[in-house]
């Protein structure tokens, strides 16, 4: 009997490992976050990537205020990664966040890791100082808090006149105008046994001459015009052409009598260089003028697959990370389908264009009910008055005004000009006498009739002018919802710091989505405007037409000779 129980406890405990395979139920929702390491033939281990959240493939109102139950969960969906945040805006929807991944690779087709968030009790647990590989020896990233101070373990201070540009590449940037930034000397940058440099950097004009780094008589990474210069010893390479006011990625590797220049993670120049000393003072940006961002200094020489992923995870265009849209699947695996670029855009959209759009809902409601209720009555009305026109125009004077009895027009406007004009007849039909009408009579039954016609006029016409409201109104109503939401738009991505197309596209495509509303409302509204009041127009015509035939052949019956 033990024995069965055991076998019973190990299978049920077998199935709610398998019922709660996800890494922790308090976090309520998740996203899978895919590699393309497209050209990384090398394995790199533990990488920093740079994540980068915003309103178009994250849902900043499910996740707290400051961020603080974000986790980021390695491809087992059990192991949790190192991560550090470096920007994280709530109210303008923009986030900046490295993580720490296992290991990156082209060979590695299904690579992913997982986003959790959706825990109103969590705590943060990024911490930048474990992030950094032990051969990186500066790391400046020119925060506003810290604009001048290292983040890596060897606590370097930079001296210098420099300004924070909030909207940098990655968060702040540093502003630059010709005076250089100096590091200390120090021995953690001794290039014994390798050394790399690397820097984005943004030339506010080109061309220019300016020195991106130098050690007195030893190393000078220089512009020259437009082109990038290397000096070792007396050895110059040459190679790599600059653009201005775009952000590029520079970096250089020095290792056993050989240097290396890159630009963009793609070499430029190499060639064989004297042994040099690089713990000396360091001099960043003598002479340049325009942004630096994300300056890194280590005491190995980098490989050049390690570079040209720095380069292609840390542009503002980066396709190395995908982040699926709505959470991941069962078992880890994100279910197949076209992305919802219609809840993108409903995410999207600033309070303003949500206000617009909901007018517009009302709009198009009214519109589309006064369209259905105006068609019934006209559809109802032409069939009622065919019925009893076929009627009238059969009647002789034994039976024409004997019209209103043995029959039923509910809808039928002819026969209320018929019952007005009776009754006005019958005032003037004295008993045992036979009808005589007058031409003064005659002129006040016609009166009579025509003052029906136009109440009955009215009441075809009643709430077409919603119609034109809609037709007229909607559109400039949109594009007072698409304008303002541009102008918010761009407001956040300036307050924010963050200019990159994947956080401007969704806000702008979202206030588009208010004109499209307001469109989407004028457009039937004109169709249904023209057919329905093409018809009333006939109905009109029919009721005067009416009016015309009924007292003339009234007067003809009956008038006096």
């Given at each position: 009997m033990k024995k069965w129980l055991v076998l019973l406890g190990l299978v049920m405990g077998i199935f709610s490992l398998s019922a709660f395979a996800e890494w922790n139920a308090d976090w309520t929702q998740r996203k899978k976050i895919s590699i393309n390491a497209v050209g990384i033939t090398q394995a790199i281990v533990q990488p920093s990537v740079v994540v980068r959240l915003h309103s178009g493939n994250f849902d900043f109102t499910s996740v707290n205020i400051d961020g603080s139950d974000i986790r980021f969960i390695a491809q087992d969906d059990k192991t949790e990664l190192?991560?550090?945040v470096e920007k994280?805006?709530?109210?303008?929807?923009?986030?900046?966040?490295?993580v720490q991944i296992p290991q990156i690779s082209s060979a590695d087709k299904d690579a992913h890791f997982w986003l959790y968030y959706g825990n109103e009790n969590a705590t943060s647990t990024a911490n930048p100082k474990i992030m950094l590989d032990s051969h990186l020896v500066a790391k400046f990233q020119f925060s506003d808090k810290a604009l001048l101070q290292d983040s890596s373990a060897s606590g370097l201070f930079a001296s210098g006149k420099i300004t924070a540009q909030k909207a940098g590449l990655i968060g702040e940037s540093a502003v630059l105008t010709g005076e250089a930034l100096v590091i200390p000397a120090n021995a953690a940058t001794n290039a014994s046994a390798g050394f790399t440099w690397s820097a984005w950097v943004k030339p506010s004009a080109l061309p220019q001459t300016?020195?991106?780094y130098s050690q007195e008589n030893n190393v000078d990474l220089a512009i020259a015009a437009q082109n990038l210069t290397l000096k070792i010893g007396e050895i110059v390479l040459t190679g790599g052409e600059l653009k201005p006011a775009v952000w590029q990625h520079i970096a250089f590797t020095l290792n056993a009598g050989k240097a290396v220049l890159y630009l963009n993670g793609v070499e430029v120049a190499t060639g064989d260089v004297p042994t040099v000393d690089t713990a000396t003072d360091i001099k960043i940006g003598e002479g340049f003028t325009g942004e630096v961002d994300e300056l890194e200094i280590a005491n190995i020489a980098r490989s050049a697959d390690f570079i040209k992923l720095i380069a292609s995870s840390e542009s503002v265009d980066s396709q190395l990370l995908k982040i699926a849209e709505g959470e991941g699947g069962e078992d880890g695996e994100e279910e197949e389908?076209?992305?919802?670029?219609?809840?993108?855009?409903?995410?999207?959209?600033t309070i303003d264009?949500?206000?617009?759009?909901?007018?517009?809902?009302?709009?198009?409601?009214?519109?589309?009910?006064v369209m259905w209720s105006k068609a019934m009555l006209v559809s109802r009305t032409d069939k009622d008055n065919k019925k009893f026109l076929a009627r009238f125009q059969k009647s002789n004077a034994s039976d024409l005004l004997e019209l209103d009895k043995g029959g039923k027009y509910p809808h039928s406007n002819l026969f209320k000009l018929y019952q007005a004009g009776l009754r006005e007849i019958k005032k003037r039909q004295h008993e045992g006498e036979k009808l005589s009408l007058s031409g003064a009579s005659m002129d006040a039954i016609k009166a009579a009739i025509d003052a029906d016609l136009v109440r009955e006029t009215q009441r075809q016409n009643a709430g077409m002018v919603l119609l034109t409201i809609a037709i007229s109104g909607g559109p400039f109503l949109g594009l007072l919802g698409t304008v303002v939401g541009v102008m918010i738009t761009f407001a956040a991505i300036a307050a924010a710091g963050d200019v990159n197309v994947n956080a401007i596209a969704p806000g702008i495509a979202a206030a588009l989505l208010a004109t499209v509303a307001g469109l989407a409302v004028a457009i039937p509204a004109l169709f249904g405007y023209n057919y329905l009041a093409s018809r009333i127009k006939n109905i009109t015509i029919a009721m005067q037409i009416f009016v015309d035939e009924f007292v003339t052949r009234s007067a003809e019956l009956f008038g006096k000779e």
């Open positions: 190192k991560y550090f994280f805006d709530a109210v303008n929807e923009l986030a900046i966040i490295w300016a020195s991106l389908g076209e992305a919802n670029y219609l809840g993108i855009l409903i995410n999207s959209l264009a949500k206000i617009v759009i909901a007018i517009l809902a009302v709009m198009f409601a009214i519109s589309v009910w």
